[in-house]
Each structure stands twice: as structure tokens, then as C-alpha cells.
């Protein structure tokens, strides 16, 4: 049994990620603002803190002692920093849940070395205002060039599930329903994925192996928007014009310049086993498409 603490565990993968963790009997601790009820009862403890400010972090961690630190909810390197003169000294290992919008559009399969944050100048602004991007870098950055810190940073995609919140695969599903065009600059360009319930998989996964540094996590396989339109269309018998432009309300969420695909070799070569695109994405738009009543 380890002891284990969940920042970011109320909604999406995050609760996905909890509800493993408690049904493998690890004692589980996660730390919220406590403005929001979670569906955990009394399987797990808690701790009212918002992250953003390190005192009361600070106050509500105290000086106690994790196996593993998930930190699904760090976006700036202030935050990173803040979390690590914490915790550093009292956690094992600190998983933190990255993105693949660390890396640049590449003509291959990005893989971890095409971000290195070992080597990425740290450079904070007043403000505290980063892009989506920049942020994840500057806290990749920050805790990877702390020494007193074991950190794995898991690099997802874009995660789907049937409770996105951001509904960006119903967007879809939505417009097909429809017929309302959506606007996208290249409806062929491919793209990697990751299902909610795989990403928790695989988070578990990597606080328990203990994999040092960076580490891209995908489905295996990619789709592009039209051919994703495609199996929209075999579900609910309709679908939906893709246009190059679009009013704002109508251009695609997934509307990328070209490929946006991860190599996850790494981890695969480590042991894990990724989830099939191609199996698990029919499967979603049918569950959302049936919510939708759309048939």
C-alpha cells in the first residue's frame, strides 16, 4: 500500500485516477480548494489548499510524507517551484501530467528528446502570464532542474472521454447532427489521442515503475478529423461539410496546421501497453451519439 497525494483528482482523468489508486487499497490524500463536493465518500482523505498560493500549500501539506505526488494542475513554474520547495525531501516520486504542447510541430512522430527541459532556460515573468505552452515547459523546466526531486513528466495529447467537460469530440458529433459546417485549416492532418480512462492508467503506471523523466503516453495509431467525420458518419448517418475557415463558434478544436502525432516507444519499451485508437474511438462516438439521441 502506498501513500499517495492527488493534486487536481475531482473531475475528468484525474477522479479516473483516484478511483484506481483507491481500488488497489493505496491510502489516497487529495488536495482540493474544497469549494466543490468530489464522489470519493470515505475512501479517501483530504486537504483544502489553493495550490496557486504557496502558504497555504504549504500549510496543508505540511511536513508529510508521499510515495507518489500526482500534480495534474501545475501550469506555471511558479507553481512547479513552489510544490517542489515543499514536498522535496518528503515524496518519492512526483509525477506531473504534461501535454504534448511542449513540443513544436515537427514531420515526425515527436519524441522526448525533441523537448529537452534539462536544458531549457528558466525565465519567469511578473505577471505570471505564460501561454498553455510555455507554462508546461517552464514547469518541466523547474522540476527537472531540481536535484532533490525524482520527477516523471507524462506528456498526453489531447484526452477524450465521455465526460469531457471541454466536449470537443461532441463539438463534432454536434455539427454532423446538424449538418453545420466546421472550419479546420488541414481535415487530414493526423493526430494523437489518449482515452480518459487510459491516461489514469498510465499515470498510475508511472508513479509506480518510477520512470525518470519525460515520457510521451498515447493511443496507439492516429486519426485525422476526417476520418474521425467518417466513423461520426457510420454511427448517426450524417455528417458535416469541413471547411477551411469557419465564425469562431464553428472552427474544429482539433484544428491543427498539420500532423500532431507522439512516438510513445519509451514507455511501450518500458512495459506499458497503450490502448488502440482504432478500437476505442468507434466505441466513444457511439456512447456520446446515443446520449445525444442523434439516431
Same mark, same amino acid.
Given at each position: 500500500?502506498?501513500?499517495?497525494?492527488?493534486?487536481?483528482? %475531482?473531475?475528468?482523468?484525474?477522479?479516473?485516477?483516484?478511483?484506481?489508486?483507491?481500488?488497489?487499497?493505496?491510502?489516497? %490524500?487529495?488536495?482540493?480548494?474544497?469549494? !466543490?463536493?468530489?464522489?470519493?465518500?470515505?475512501?479517501?482523505?483530504?486537504?483544502?489548499?489553493?495550490?496557486?498560493?504557496?502558504?497555504?500549500?504549504?500549510?496543508?501539506?505540511?511536513?508529510?510524507?508521499?510515495? /507518489?505526488? *500526482?500534480?495534474? /494542475?501545475?501550469?506555471?513554474?511558479?507553481?512547479?517551484?513552489?510544490?517542489?520547495?515543499?514536498?522535496?525531501?518528503?515524496?518519492?516520486?512526483?509525477?506531473?501530467?504534461? %501535454?504534448?504542447?511542449? *513540443?513544436?510541430?515537427?514531420?515526425?512522430?515527436?519524441?522526448?528528446?525533441?523537448?529537452?527541459? *534539462?536544458?531549457?532556460?528558466?525565465?519567469?515573468?511578473?505577471?505570471?502570464? *505564460?501561454?498553455?505552452?510555455?507554462?508546461?515547459?517552464?514547469?518541466?523546466?523547474?522540476?527537472?532542474?531540481?536535484?532533490?526531486?525524482?520527477?516523471?513528466?507524462?506528456?498526453?495529447?489531447?484526452?477524450?472521454?465521455?465526460?469531457?467537460?471541454?466536449?470537443?469530440?461532441? &463539438? !463534432?458529433? =454536434? !455539427?454532423?447532427?446538424?449538418?453545420?459546417?466546421?472550419?479546420?485549416?488541414?481535415?487530414?492532418?493526423?493526430?494523437?489521442?489518449?482515452?480518459?480512462? =487510459?491516461?489514469?492508467? &498510465?499515470?498510475?503506471?508511472?508513479?509506480?515503475?518510477?520512470? =525518470?523523466?519525460?515520457?510521451?503516453?498515447c493511443s496507439s495509431g492516429t486519426i485525422s478529423v476526417r476520418e474521425m467525420m467518417?466513423? /461520426?458518419?457510420?454511427?448517426?448517418?450524417? %455528417?458535416?461539410?469541413?471547411?477551411?475557415?469557419?465564425?469562431?463558434?464553428?472552427?474544429?478544436?482539433?484544428?491543427?496546421?498539420?500532423?500532431?502525432?507522439?512516438?510513445?516507444?519509451?514507455?511501450?519499451?518500458?512495459?506499458?501497453?497503450?490502448?488502440?485508437?482504432?478500437?476505442?474511438?468507434?466505441?466513444?462516438?457511439?456512447?456520446?451519439?446515443?446520449?445525444?439521441?442523434?439516431?
Open positions: 500500500m502506498a501513500k499517495i497525494l492527488v493534486l487536481g483528482g %475531482t473531475r475528468f482523468f484525474g477522479k479516473r485516477l483516484v478511483n484506481r489508486l483507491v481500488a488497489n487499497g493505496d491510502a489516497v %490524500t487529495i488536495l482540493t480548494r474544497g469549494q !466543490h463536493q468530489d464522489p470519493f465518500g470515505g475512501t479517501v482523505s483530504r486537504l483544502a489548499a489553493d495550490r496557486k498560493d504557496p502558504e497555504s500549500l504549504k500549510q496543508a501539506v505540511g511536513s508529510q510524507d508521499f510515495d /507518489i505526488v *500526482y500534480d495534474n /494542475i501545475c501550469y506555471t513554474p511558479e507553481e512547479a517551484g513552489q510544490a517542489a520547495d515543499i514536498l522535496a525531501g518528503h515524496v518519492g516520486q512526483y509525477v506531473l501530467t504534461s %501535454t504534448l504542447s511542449v *513540443y513544436d510541430f515537427a514531420d515526425h512522430p515527436v519524441r522526448e528528446e525533441d523537448f529537452d527541459p *534539462y536544458r531549457y532556460p528558466v525565465m519567469m515573468n511578473e505577471s505570471r502570464d *505564460y501561454s498553455y505552452k510555455e507554462g508546461k515547459r517552464q514547469a518541466e523546466a523547474v522540476l527537472f532542474g531540481r536535484h532533490n526531486l525524482n520527477v516523471t513528466a507524462v506528456r498526453l495529447p489531447i484526452v477524450l472521454g465521455p465526460d469531457d467537460y471541454t466536449r470537443r469530440l461532441l &463539438f !463534432h458529433i =454536434e !455539427h454532423a447532427a446538424g449538418g453545420e459546417a466546421i472550419g479546420l485549416p488541414d481535415p487530414d492532418a493526423q493526430i494523437s489521442f489518449v482515452h480518459a480512462e =487510459e491516461a489514469a492508467e &498510465f499515470l498510475e503506471w508511472a508513479g509506480r515503475v518510477q520512470l =525518470e523523466g519525460p515520457v510521451n503516453a467518417g466513423l /461520426i458518419q457510420q454511427e448517426i448517418g450524417r %455528417t458535416a461539410p469541413l471547411l477551411s475557415s469557419a465564425a469562431p463558434d464553428h472552427m474544429s478544436p482539433f484544428g491543427i496546421p498539420g500532423d500532431w502525432t507522439m512516438d510513445h516507444t519509451k514507455a511501450a519499451s518500458a512495459g506499458f501497453k497503450f490502448w488502440d485508437l482504432h478500437d476505442w474511438m468507434p466505441k466513444l462516438i457511439a456512447e456520446l451519439s446515443a446520449d445525444l439521441k442523434v439516431h
